[in-house]
Antibody
Framework: EVHLVQSGAQVRKPGESLNISCQSSGYRFTSAWIGWVRQMPGKGLEWMARIYPGDSATAYNPSLEGQIAISTDKSINTAYLQWTSLKASDTAIYYC????????????WGPGTRVTVS | QSVLTQPPSVSAAPGQKVTISCSGRTANIGNNYISWYQQLPGTAPKLLIFDTKKRPSEIPDRFSGSKSGTSATLDITGLQTGDEADYYCASWDSSLRAVIFGGGTQLTVL
């Protein structure tokens, strides 16, 4: 059974950097795309990015490209989402997901990491 | 404003059937698979339907998905109070080069 464990809630100020993580288990980490979906307060879902740990191939939502970075550490089965300069509008819950390609759906979800930028 | 359009809310009585619609265009629903997600209050979303009409093994057959042209629907039969949640459709958009979601539909089981 796939299990996604995300890092805890974070509070940052605008302009600060941040790195949140998602450690996975229950499957071969290098053989499935892993990504991030965000949910702003009281709003719907937005796909952000995905990465294939096997070869580090990435795909970003064009509306967010340049604002975030996705990466992995294969040695500890962990994916990361990184910001170099946070904005108040980055306040959201960030869900780690297993992203099935080419059908483009998310079949496993982490519990979410709440990020507050204020 | 979401690229995929869903009704903000639907409601029905326990035991009844409800249909949630998701309207898009050729670049997304028309030419790609649809998935549906259920988000219970205060929890992470859960996959209900993938590849337009397939269900993960743990999802009961009360939930079904379909598509016609540039619109998709999620049907829920035998409604239960535990089905009260927000429901989201999603699809790849070939023009935007992104997975896009509908704005979500809040289901109330009266």
């Amino acid at each position: 059974e796939v299990h996604l464990v995300q890092s805890g809630a974070q509070v940052r100020k605008p302009g600060e950097s941040l790195n949140i993580s998602c450690q996975s288990s229950g499957y071969r980490f290098t053989s499935a795309w892993i990504g991030w979906v965000r949910q702003m307060p009281g709003k719907g879902l937005e796909w952000m990015a995905r990465i294939y740990p096997g070869d580090s191939a990435t795909a970003y939502n064009p509306s967010l490209e340049g604002q975030i970075a996705i990466s992995t550490d294969k040695s500890i089965n962990t994916a990361y989402l990184q910001w170099t300069s946070l904005k108040a509008s980055d306040t959201a819950i960030y869900y780690c997901v297993i992203h099935r390609v080419p059908s483009e759906y998310f079949d496993s979800w982490g519990p979410g990491t709440r990020v507050t930028v204020s | 404003q979401s690229v995929l359009t869903q009704p903000p809310s639907v409601s029905a009585a326990p035991g009844q059937k409800v249909t949630i619609s998701c309207s898009g265009r050729t670049a997304n629903i028309g030419n790609n698979y649809i998935s549906w997600y259920q988000q219970l209050p205060g929890t992470a979303p859960k996959l209900l339907i993938f590849d337009t009409k397939k269900r993960p093994s743990e999802i009961p057959d009360r939930f079904s998905g379909s598509k016609s042209g540039t619109s998709a629907t999620l049907d829920i039969t035998g409604l239960q109070t535990g089905d009260e949640a927000d429901y989201y459709c999603a699809s790849w958009d070939s023009s935007l080069r992104a997975v896009i979601f509908g704005g979500g539909t809040q289901l109330t089981v009266l």
